[in-house]
């Protein structure tokens, strides 16, 4: 009974025990199975048989003829299981690193073997692999997208549910028009929605008469990356873009902000430490001088 490494072709170790039937000199393998080691269950690696020393011609006609002494000038015997050896077994290579208390006793006795401390053959694990993403498809969400690389069945990215909770139905609703050397875009009017639950941005365009265009919504609501940030690591508008006269890129789509309902002002008023000075300042501007034109009427 002789516990043996097998050197496989990706220089791993697999252990296995091998069985050495001194009756009639066969020899039998047996597996060694552990846990999630991805291997089929299978308990023998070699059923019970006479092994040759020498390896057999691959042209001998195995299927229909048996192996006998003719063939084979010396068969395996317990000599060349000793602790330390290597053997060759139908093409692979065993190492004897160790071996049970009857074993060792019967080499000392019969083989004069006094040292039959086991060889340690542990190697030491590798290091996990750092675990890179791919590059960003385009094809659904950067979120969705990371998700499928971290488990085998993905699960739905993470959501700030506080935040979507505190800010549930607070949306700021800017007017812009698009920047556009088409004559056909040039009277177009949208409104831009800003959700603050989650950052994503929707576009309506309100219907006109005799315009020639099809209003409506112009853009599902979904995050918008600014022009120039890079796909793995996009930066995406804040309310801090969305100054008066600032432009706004939508996929190819240039906007630019003219105006903002009351509540952007007061909501930016009312959170001041979370937005641009500059931002607050030019919305106070443009409905200050909405407010004077509407009282000099």
């Known amino acids: 009974h002789t516990h043996t490494h097998t050197h496989t072709p990706l220089h791993t170790y697999h252990a296995q025990v091998i069985h050495y039937y001194l009756v009639d000199d066969t020899v039998e393998i047996r597996e060694v199975h552990e846990q999630n080691d991805g291997r089929d269950p299978t308990p023998l690696l070699l059923c019970r048989q006479r092994i040759p020393k020498v390896p057999i011609p691959s042209n001998f006609p195995t299927v229909v003829m048996e192996l006998s002494d003719e063939e084979v000038k010396e068969w395996l015997s317990p000599k060349d299981f000793a602790l330390g050896r290597t053997v060759n077994i139908m093409g692979r290579r065993f190492l004897i690193y160790d071996m049970d208390k009857f074993t060792r006793e019967f080499y000392q006795i019969n083989f004069g073997v006094e040292n039959s401390e086991p060889i340690q053959v542990k190697q030491t694990p590798a290091p996990p692999a750092q675990q890179v993403l791919p590059p960003y498809n385009g094809f659904g969400s950067l979120e969705d997208s990371k998700q499928s690389c971290l488990s085998l069945i993905p699960q739905p990215p993470k959501k700030d549910l506080m935040r979507m909770l ?89 906007f630019v902000i003219t105006d903002a309902d009351t509540y952007v002002v007061k909501y930016m008023e009312q959170h001041s430490a979370d937005f641009a000075t500059e931002t607050i300042n030019s919305l106070r501007q443009k409905h200050g001088t909405v407010l004077q034109e509407t009282g000099a009427r």
């Not at 120039?228 to 969305?242: I, L």
């Open 166 to 254: 505190e800010n549930d139905g607070k949306v700021l609703r800017f007017a812009a028009i698009l920047n556009s050397s088409r004559p056909e875009d040039e009277n177009r009017k949208f409104i831009i929605s800003y959700y603050l639950s989650d950052d994503m941005i929707s576009i309506y365009e309100p219907p006109q008469r005799n315009s020639g265009v099809i209003g409506g919504k112009f853009l599902e609501r979904t995050r918008v990356s600014k022009p120039g940030s890079s796909v793995d690591n996009p930066e995406f508008y804040h309310p801090n873009d969305f100054s008066i006269g600032a432009p706004v890129v939508v996929f190819n789509h240039n």
